[in-house]
Every structure is written in C-alpha cells, then in structure tokens.
C-alpha cells in the first residue's frame, strides 16, 4: 500500500498531510479531520484501515498541531472555525480532489465537518460525524453529568484545582485521567498513538488551551458558546453518526445531528466511549467501508 507525505501551503503556513492508498483508485478518497481543537492526526490513525477497501485515506495536521506550522503567539481572535474551514478547502484544492471526496470528522473534527457539510461544497460525496456535539452548551452540561457521577474524592480534587487555577498541576490531571478513563478512551493504558495526541497536546497546547480549555469538562475556551442547531438542514449528502455508549458525546450532544440532517443514520458503539475507532477498531471500520461502498462506490 502507497504511502505519501507532503505539506500543503496554507497562506504563509503549512499543513502536513499523509495519504494511504492511490487517490486515482477510482473511489472518493476519505479525508480524515481530528478532534480537539488542538489534537493531532495520531490518535485517528487507524481510519487508514479504510485503504485496504481500495479508497485512498487521507489525514493532516490542522495548523498549530502535529507537523503543521505551529503558532504559539496568536490568540482566540486567530483561531477560529473559519480559519480551519479555510485550511480544509485549500487541502482539498492542493490535493486536486475536488471533484469528489469523503469527510470524516472526530469529535471537534465533526463539529468542523458539519461547518463545511452546511455550505454545501463542491465535491463531497459523503459525511461521517464521529463523537460529536452539535451545541457545546450540551456537550458542557452533560459533561458536568459525567463529573458528577465521578468518586467524590475526585471532584473535590477537580474543583480545588479549579478554584485556585491549578490546572496544571499533577493531582488535577490525575483526577481528569479518571473521567477519561471512562469516557473518552476505555482502554488502559492508552494506545500509542492516542498517548501521542496527548503527549503533543502537552508539549504545545496553545489551539486546545485557546479554544477548549484545560480538558474535556473544563470548557473556557472561545468555542464555549459554538452551536450548529438549526443549521444542519442544508447538508445534502448522506451521513453517518458515529457514537459510543460511554461517550463523553452523550447522545443528547448527538442527537440535533439526527434530527436535522435530512440523510441521515446513527450507529452507537456499545462498549465504546468516545473512540470507537481504536475501542472497538474493527467494528467501527466495518461499518465506516460499509457506509462508504454504498453512498459512496
């Protein structure tokens, strides 16, 4: 299987990007779009699975993560959906695909993915949102449901922390591995590539800082407030929804997806949390190619 790597020049910045498979195979090649905002592709690898169905995968790097440029010094007034929905068409325009391709979306992935589905663009073929909210204001709420059922011990400890403003220090990010642990990867220890998203996370965390927050529950970043409710009507290929049982992305985070998107259908992991992709790998590829083949050939 071919293997290509190269950069897309993003006005004066880059984006890497990897392409498993041949794009001229014949099929609309699958873009990948990590989460966060500020993850890496690491952690989504295994979607290069879809290649073995003979339909090129293609993951990259947002700017400011992985091995794109990096951009420690800008602020919330640079990060913003439209400036990686920008970067998504001129990746799109590099690769010279745009006569038809896939997009699959995990979790902020998704939420940019609907962002792009909503503008009906030229080319896609079809949309998969996996781990996805449409309305932060759900995902925060039902994020503080999770918490609350977490060891009381372990909140006491969030909150502290929270209060003082030390978010950084080692009890705090103890006491978050146990929400992750349950709703986020259910796999421990983490897979490699996942501890690779955290770790890059870590080692730069200014897009995820920016626009999330500390984690996953603690939301104080600029997309605090972001909601697509309302707007999903306009998508006019056919999507799947991507969940799990445990999943941070609760289904009251999903479910505006279902209820608005007019070619829609909705699978939900059972023993997955919010990575399906590597909890439950082989399922959730199986049902990724299936969809694909069908809406898609």
């Known amino acids: 299987?071919?293997?290509?790597?190269?950069?897309?020049?993003?006005?004066?910045?880059?984006?890497?990007?990897?392409?498993?498979?041949?794009?001229?195979?014949?099929?609309p090649p699958l873009i990948v779009a990590h989460g966060g905002p500020g993850c890496t592709h690491d952690y989504v690898d295994s979607f290069k699975d879809i290649a073995a169905t003979g339909r090129a995968v293609i993951h990259y790097d947002q700017v400011g993560n992985g091995k794109s440029t990096h951009l420690p010094d800008k602020g919330g007034d640079f990060w913003t959906v439209a400036f990686f929905r920008c970067e998504l068409h001129n990746l799109i325009d590099h690769l010279g695909i745009r006569g038809g391709y896939c997009l699959l979306g995990q979790s902020w992935g998704g939420m940019l993915a609907a962002e792009f589905a909503v503008e009906d663009p030229a080319g896609l073929t079809a949309l998969i949102i996996a781990n996805s909210p449409a309305a932060m204001k759900t995902w925060i709420s039902e994020a503080n449901r999770l918490r609350d059922a977490l060891p009381a011990d372990v909140q006491a400890t969030l909150l502290a922390h929270e209060q003082a403003g030390t978010t950084d220090s080692a009890q705090y990010m103890a006491a978050t591995d146990v929400f992750n642990q349950r709703h986020v990867c259910r796999i421990v220890p983490m897979p490699p590539?996942?501890?690779?998203?955290f770790d890059a996370i870590a080692t730069d965390p200014t897009v995820y800082y920016t626009m999330n927050g500390p984690n996953e529950f603690?939301?104080?970043?600029?997309?605090?407030?972001?909601?697509?409710?309302?707007?999903?009507s306009t998508i006019t290929v056919p999507t799947l929804l991507i969940s799990g049982r445990y999943d941070e992305a609760t289904e009251a985070c999903v479910q505006p997806y279902a209820d608005e998107i007019p070619d829609v259908r909705w699978r939900i992991f059972e023993q997955s949390s919010h990575m399906p992709h590597v909890e439950e790998r082989d399922a959730c590829m199986a049902e990724v190619a299936g969809f694909l083949d069908a809406k898609a050939p």
């Open 193 to 197: 590539e996942v501890q690779r998203t």
């Open 218 to 232: 603690h939301v104080i970043g600029t997309m605090k407030d972001w909601s697509i409710v309302g707007r999903l």
């Open 1 to 27: 299987m071919s293997i290509t790597e190269g950069f897309a020049p993003y006005g004066e910045y880059r984006t890497w990007y990897r392409i498993t498979g041949d794009l001229a195979s014949g099929k």
